[in-house]
């Protein structure tokens, strides 16, 4: 059973940092990709960073330059550091692995983390 846990979250003044972790257990595939998504009231969910097995990040524009997607692969271990954060950043946080079963993707997701951003 996978399981992914994060952390990190919590309430914080406009202008702080928050560094979020996602932890991840269990039997899986290398993973193929890693990131954070994001969900605030009333809001569709959005994509806020990836990172792939190789490496390769991306970030929605909103956060670029302020948030900071990292792993520690050794661990499968996931990190966002957040700076400067902003009202609108408020949202839970929820972490995803995307691997491969034989050739079918497979997403593993987090309960996710609340943070909140006040003005």
């Known amino acids: 059973q996978v399981q992914l846990v994060e952390s990190g979250g919590g309430l914080v003044q406009a202008g702080g940092s928050l560094r979020l972790s996602c932890a991840a257990s269990g039997s899986f595939f290398s993973p193929k990709s890693m990131g954070w998504y994001r969900q605030a009231p009333g809001k569709q969910r959005e994509l806020v960073a990836a990172i792939t097995e190789n490496g390769d990040v991306n970030y929605v524009d909103s956060v670029k330059g302020r948030f900071t997607i990292s792993r520690d692969s050794a661990e499968y271990t996931l990190y966002l550091q957040m700076n400067g954060l902003k009202p609108e950043d408020t949202a839970v946080y929820s972490c995803?692995?995307?691997?491969?079963?034989?050739?079918?993707?497979?997403?593993?997701w987090g309960r996710g983390t609340q943070v909140t951003v006040s003005s």
């Open positions: 995803y692995l995307l691997t491969l079963v034989r050739t079918e993707p497979q997403y593993y």
